[in-house]
């Protein structure tokens, strides 16, 4: 008879999927709110995006536990930050701390996917995309966690970015107004929710611009 044994994981994968798409003067980030284990679900209502500063933003799917210790980690370096500088950290200052931050727990990583936008130092919107260990890029619009897959084909064809290796180098950012990145931000999460079952129940929308933060919500399909 073979031997039988007990796996344990320290790692879950509670699925859900984050989107978010810089513009000229705004940027978009959006995730759906169901958090799930397996077929359950465990939550219709757990909000996956972090407020991290006045214009930063971060979305996270993949392992909420290590998603909520990852944001408190941020939030105590931030606030050290702020008492060293007497200012809020920049968008991309947040973006190269996050970076290292999930590099130096890559031999114990936190099992979190994350995508950060904000504006930057000229209020131009910007979006950085990462994997678990702390590898990120800029680009003008990203998608992570279970309806990744499905949702970045959909954007690659409405917003298709410029190759990195044009010269001059082209601005990443899309041409869309506000309000049509928005639409396309229901689109595609309308759409990955027919198709991915760890994606659904409400899609959770911030905007950043020059006036501050906004929230939107949406309901998604809740089978």
């Not at 899309?174 to 309000?179: D, G, K, S, V």
């Amino acid at each position: 008879m073979p031997k039988q044994q007990a796996n344990w994981s320290p790692y879950d994968n509670n699925g859900g999927s984050c989107v978010a798409i810089a513009g000229a003067d705004y940027c978009v980030i959006a995730a759906d709110t169901r958090m799930s284990t397996g077929y359950n679900i465990l939550t219709r209502d757990y909000s996956k995006i972090c407020k991290l500063a006045d214009k930063c933003v971060m979305a996270s799917s993949g392992f909420q536990a290590d998603v909520k210790a990852l944001q408190k980690h941020l939030a105590a370096r931030h606030l050290i930050y702020q008492h060293q500088h007497n200012k809020q950290m920049s968008c991309p200052a947040m973006a190269q701390l996050l970076s290292n931050t999930l590099y130096y727990k890559r031999f114990f990583p936190y099992y979190s996917f994350n995508v950060l936008g904000g504006l930057d130092n000229e209020g131009k919107g910007c979006v950085f995309t990462y994997d678990a260990v702390g590898s990120y890029e800029k680009v003008g619009y990203s998608s992570q966690g279970s309806g990744s897959t499905l949702i970045m084909p959909f954007l690659d064809n409405q917003l298709k970015s410029p190759s990195p290796l044009l010269l001059p180098v082209q601005d990443a950012v899309t041409p869309l107004a506000e309000a049509e990145a928005v639409d396309l931000v229901k689109t595609v999460f309308a759409s990955a929710s027919e198709r991915d079952i760890y994606t659904g129940d409400k899609l959770e929308i911030v905007v950043i611009n020059a006036d501050g933060i906004r929230r939107e919500y949406m309901d998604l399909r809740k089978d």
